[in-house]
Structures are given as C-alpha cells and as structure tokens.
C-alpha cells in the first residue's frame, strides 16, 4: 500500500464532507468498522469511550441521515487539511497509519476559526481495488467539543 | 498526470505568492487561460462574477505589476497550505482537479490569523513537458474580503 | 531524492514533536548538522543570528534533555501541518528543499491559536538508506516568540 493511495483516500474523505457530499462519507469505511472520534488525552489514559462512535457502515449512514434532517450544516462550513501520512506498520493485509489534520470552521457571516487538530489513527486496508478505513480513530488535541458537532471529523 | 506532479505544480504556486516572487506566478497558467477568485456560496448559485477575474498571461502579469507599484503586500505576508488533490476527470488531455487550500496571513507586527480557506478548481495540462493550469478557479470557503486582495490566492 | 521520501521525513519530524516523542527527533539529523530558527526578516537582512541554534546531534539531545528536565511541554500540544516540498536543487548528494509548514499550538483548556508558519529551508541527503537533515533552517514569517520557545519547531 503506497502513500499516493493513503493520500488520495485522505483527500476523498476531506472531500466528502467539506463539500457537503455526506453520502459519500460512509461508503470509505468497511463494514463493519471502526469509527470514534476522542481526545488524545482519553487516548493516553486508556478511556474507551468516544465523543462519536460507529462499528457499521449502516450507523454512520444514520449519522449522515440525522445530519440532513437537522440542517446544522447550513449555519457552518468546514475546510479539512490533511497533513502527511505515516505509516506504522503492516499486519494481515492492513496498514496503521497516522495522519495529522487541522479542521477550520467558517461561519455565515464569514468568521473563520481553527475548530479541531488531531490525528487520524487507521487500519485501511484494500477491498476489491479500493482502500477502505477498517478503523478511524479521530483524535483530538483540543477539548471544545459543543453539541454542533454532528458533521464527521 | 500523476498526483506527484500536481503537487510539483501546487507547490510552485504557493512558493511563488508567499515569498513574494509574484513574477513567476503567471508563468505557471496557460495562455490564454482562465484565473477566477470567487466564493463557494457565489458558485453554488451558479453567478459567473468572480472578486478577481483574469483570462491571459498578461492579465496576470498586469496585475503583478500593479502589486508591485502599489508595495501593499509590504504590509503583510502570506502562508499558503496547500491540501490534498484530487483528480476528478479527464478529458483531451487535461485533467480536473479539486484542491482544498489554506491562507494564512501574517501582518508585520507579527499577528497571525486564518486569512482564508477553500479550494482550487482547476483544469491542468501538460505543455512542453510543464504543467500549467488552463483554469484555476479559487472558491472561498468564507465571504470576508477587504480591498488588499491584490495578492493573488 | 524523491518526492516520496522527503515527505515521509517531513512526516516523521512532525510526529515525533507532536506526539512529544522529542527523543526521536535528533535522530532525523546528521552529525555535524546545521539547526537554526529565525524569522524570514532576519533571513533576508543576512543576519546570522538565530533563536534557537544547534549544530551537532550531541546540542539537539541536549534540548530534548532540557525540555523534558523544564516539563514546560506539558501545558501545551503543538500541530504540525507540513505542506508540500519543493526541490530546489541537488549538490553532492544533498538536495536543497523548502517545505511550508503551520503550527497550531493547543493550550490545557483547548483553546488553539496559530503559532507560527514560515518555511523549512533544508540540504537532505542518504545516509545508510534513511533521509537525514544535514541543515533545517527554520524561517519564521511572524516575530511573536516568547521564552516558552523550548519545543523544536
């Protein structure tokens, strides 16, 4: 598994959901999977739970479904940048990735702010030709998570 | 066109702007060529105004040139972060690419602050052995745009 | 020197810093080496003077030593965004690269701020199969920099 590959599948999803094209946003992870957005200081005490956590790619369509009927993503746009990946390792046909990101929230009347920083920890693995996200553990540096949080991270 | 060489060429774009060596910015378009700065709420209404708006080499060139006489980008810096592309198509031999972007803009005092983000549009194509853009549309994320936009995005 | 390669090293000096793995940031040098942070003004007025200077393997591990003696790191979290390289030239061996990069720094309270941006101006060369920085001159675009500057940029 070559970077260019990690590094398309990383735009696609930035893609997905800065554009507003949700739909697309589940359809990057295999089913089932994992999928939890935390902070690294849950992370490094060992805490499990997640502020968002998915195991299917049925959940997350439900995810995607409640974010349409709830129209908050009308009130904010965001802008993922998505840094270089690193691979960890390989085990049984999947790689540990780590890729850094930086999340900024745009406001309707125009004010920007840097909403999120992290890492993304993956186990993506190839599935018929495409890769796919096994897990994606979202782990964020900063604590401020409000309850607008309902956009994937 | 591989990814490799997008980033090549995303990369010279940004180095050109940020360390102010706004002469070789016009050389990296086709010629003619389109150049539009405009924001995503505009696009997704389909309104063809764009804040910036230029179609030749020398249209670009001219707006260099006005830059330099006016020395406003004396007043601040800029860090561009430039994201991910992704290839969309492929048609007569150009390809359409989509890149998400982030401006950062620096004032002398040395005070920072997210200037804007949002992504590249672009229509890429090999010319003698150089990749140039025939198109760059540069969408907005945000809306706020004073009169120092004279620095290309 | 591919492209490759010189992302994979831009991506391990940011991981090991974000992920306060200081100890294996050294390693990314050679010995003698040339580590220098200064500000992009500084930079174009010749000065040689920099706000961090290191130039041996020996000094660098040193600072891990003092940061980690000093605790100072663990009031706040950095963010890496590294952007994309560009080669500028190859002598002996080395290439010369300039790389953009952003920094988010992430306060305890999760407050965040753009700490910096500016550019890595680097000579890259092999040595026994893995990318080593021969020099990483840290050019700065903004001046703010106070005594908690202790973290490796």
């Known amino acids: 598994m ?46 499990e739970a997640g502020i968002i956590y998915a195991d299917s790619r049925g959940m997350l369509r439900d995810r995607v479904s409640a974010l349409r009927k709830a129209n908050i993503y009308e009130r904010q746009r965001y802008r993922h940048i998505v840094g270089l990946p690193v691979v960890l390792g390989r085990e049984n046909g999947a790689a540990s990735v780590e890729t850094p990101f930086l999340i900024v929230r745009i406001m309707r009347d125009g004010t920007m702010e840097v909403f999120a920083t992290g890492r993304y920890l993956d186990r993506v693995a190839d599935e018929s030709g495409a890769l796919k996200f096994h897990e994606r553990v979202v782990a964020c540096d900063g604590g401020r998570f409000d309850t607008l949080v309902a956009i994937p991270f």
Chains 1, 2, 3 share one sequence.
């Open 2 to 47: 070559d970077v260019a590959r990690l590094v398309e599948l990383n735009a696609a999803y930035a893609r997905a959901i800065d554009n507003e094209q949700f739909e697309a946003w589940p359809e990057l992870f295999a089913d089932p999977c994992l999928y939890k957005v935390t902070t690294a200081d849950n992370l490094a005490r060992g805490m």
